[in-house]
């Protein structure tokens, strides 16, 4: 968030060309502030853009305009507070506030705010748990002082080893959740009449969001530092409606802005619920989840609080670490208020590194106790751990259908399952982007007689690709080569498959392990097409040809996700191996009988990538234990044969 102000004095500009200031106004020290609001809250609902005039003012209250990104929003011209409303539709995108305030002198004050935009940060690991307690002795007064060595702290029944315990104060945010319901209509005097008791202990960083609700959140005010735009919220809510607090609680939860070492909740209410559709025991889960302290402030309204009332805001309280008050009087309601307050600001924070780090989404209890018997120890009780992200998987495969075919799909007709369990399709689409490739040709003395015809191929397939796929080369005999790395450009591919000479033993694995490594870090589709018409062994063909084994091939294959496309000319080729390449990848072996069918074979290779389809879903197993998942994809017609790499490894972490 950052902002700029400006004071403009107003001068006036003769016909002649001459300048005259005119008299002396008060409104040229006047500055305009955007006093709310100061950042991005997520709550829905209304927006209250506040703004405060500071310095000398005449008895004539200005003009001010309110803007959003410059285009204008509304004016207000009857005095103070200065207040426009604002539905903040898209809190993920970054947004500008002006104020313009115009005076009956011409002077002009302005004031411009930019909103950043609202940041959704995801828990991915329990790496550290914070927990605020108040302590307080026999007679309810709070302890200072206490250290590290005063406290124990359970998870689970399991003891911890404290991090950090400090009573430093670090800016906090307070949400005021105000029930503004009909039933609340008899106390709200008194309500707006205390109010300023909550605010008096406050630190001057402290940020407040004023958040009035009946059956839902309604007009929002802040965050905010100031506290006169703060007790001008509380007065101007006008009680009316129903009354929704669990939907409230849940709605507030989601909503409040990060950044804050610590967060609290006052529900200022009546306990009258009666048009919530959130349950009590959700709500809880919400509360546990979000490290939001909660503060209840029950003023018995119209129809008072109930036993089971009092009950429920106090579970509410408690389950967080906060505490619930119940005054009957004015003089009640202000202790409750000055209280609330105090116990905000005598709080111990206390953080801790789990010994148990899984992100499995469970709840956590936690036990905080002194190693003094009388005190009393006032904490959250529980925490959910985070679960880890979901794991999105995507494959690419090929349908065939009658006649070799390639079959046209509809998402409907897929059948997802990993590891037996169905999955549901979000993403489904042709493979249509680009592809790295990687090329390895056989240039071992066996293929001399048909080298002129295997080049010629070679160049074919070259010039057929795409000018957005990539291409590398790698050309094996003795021992694999390495001619270039993948790109755009042709130049150097036809260059080499110009200067291709045959001689020399097969090094086919590792041609085809080298291959996998030049592409395993691409990013995208990835292909390596291997053409030989031999086995791996040496010149003399009586030993291996290549330094790796085949063991290690297939490791390789199964850390990169490309699909190879083996094609074997003639009959000497180890035809077992080379298909077993393209069943685990993925891909397609073809065998011709001699290299004149070579180019149609790489044009099959083409046509078929061309013809793909991409499945993607988000996996019903979050575990990220870098397991091998197999996927199977079928379609519901049973003349209909899907081909893919049959699976994937879920990420370790």
Known sequence: ???????????????????????????????????????????????????????????????????????????????????????????????????????????????????????????????????????????????????????????????????????????????????????????????????????????????????????????????????????????????????????????????????????????????????????????????????????????????????????????????????AWFPRDRRRLIEAYATTAEDVQQRYLLTYTPSNQRRDGTLRTITVKTRTPDLVVRARESYTAPMAPPIRASLEFTAIGQGQQAAALMPEDLVVLEDGVPQKVDTFQEAVLPVTFMLALDSSGSMIRSAERAQEAARGFVMSLRSEDRLGMIMFADRAEYIHSPMVQRDDSIKAIDTYKAKGGTALYDAVYDSLAQISDVKGRRVVIVVTDGRDENAASNGPGSLRAWEDVLRKLEQTEAAVYPVGVGTNVDKMRLQELADRSGGTAYFPQDVNALAADYGKILDELRRRYVVGYESTNRARNGGWRKVEVSVRHSDVRVRSRGGYFAPSQ
């Open 1 to 323: 968030m950052s902002r700029s102000g400006l004071v403009l004095a107003a001068c006036l500009v003769a016909a002649s060309g001459s300048l005259s200031l005119g008299a002396q106004t008060p409104q040229a020290a006047t500055t305009i502030r955007i006093t709310s609001p100061l950042g991005r809250t997520g709550l829905p609902g209304t927006i209250r853009i506040v703004a405060r005039l500071e310095g000398q003012q005449s008895a004539d209250p200005p003009q001010v305009s309110f803007y959003i990104d410059k285009l204008h929003l509304a004016d207000d011209t009857d005095g103070p507070p200065y207040e426009a409303l604002w539905s903040d539709d898209n809190p993920f995108e970054a947004r500008e506030i002006s104020v313009r305030a115009e005076f009956s002198s011409g002077a002009v004050a302005t004031d411009t705010l930019a909103l950043n935009a609202l940041v959704v940060s995801e828990a991915v690991e329990v790496m550290s748990i914070a927990i605020e307690a108040s302590v307080v002795d026999a007679k309810g007064r709070f302890v200072r002082n206490l250290e590290a060595s005063d406290f124990t702290l359970l998870e689970n029944a399991e003891a911890q080893a404290l991090d950090l315990v400090t009573q430093r104060r670090q800016p906090a945010l307070f949400a005021l959740l105000v029930d503004s319901s009909q039933s609340m209509s008899m106390r709200y005097s008194a309500v707006r009449a205390a109010a300023s008791q909550l605010l008096e202990p406050l630190h001057p960083d402290d940020a407040v969001i004023v958040a009035p609700f009946a059956r839902e959140i309604t007009t929002v005010t802040g965050p905010t530092t100031d506290h006169n735009t703060v007790l001008e919220a509380i007065g101007a809510i006008r009680p009316t409606g129903g009354t929704a607090i669990l939907d409230a609680i849940q709605q507030m939860v989601k909503g409040l802005p990060t950044g804050y070492e610590r967060r609290a909740v006052i529900l200022i209410t009546d306990g009258y619920d009666e048009h919530s559709t959130a349950q009590f025991e959700a709500t809880i889960a919400a509360l546990r989840a979000s490290s939001v302290t909660m503060y209840v402030i029950g003023v018995g309204g119209v129809a008072g609080i109930s036993l089971k009332g009092e009950t429920l805001l106090s579970r509410l309280a408690e389950q967080t670490g906060g505490r």
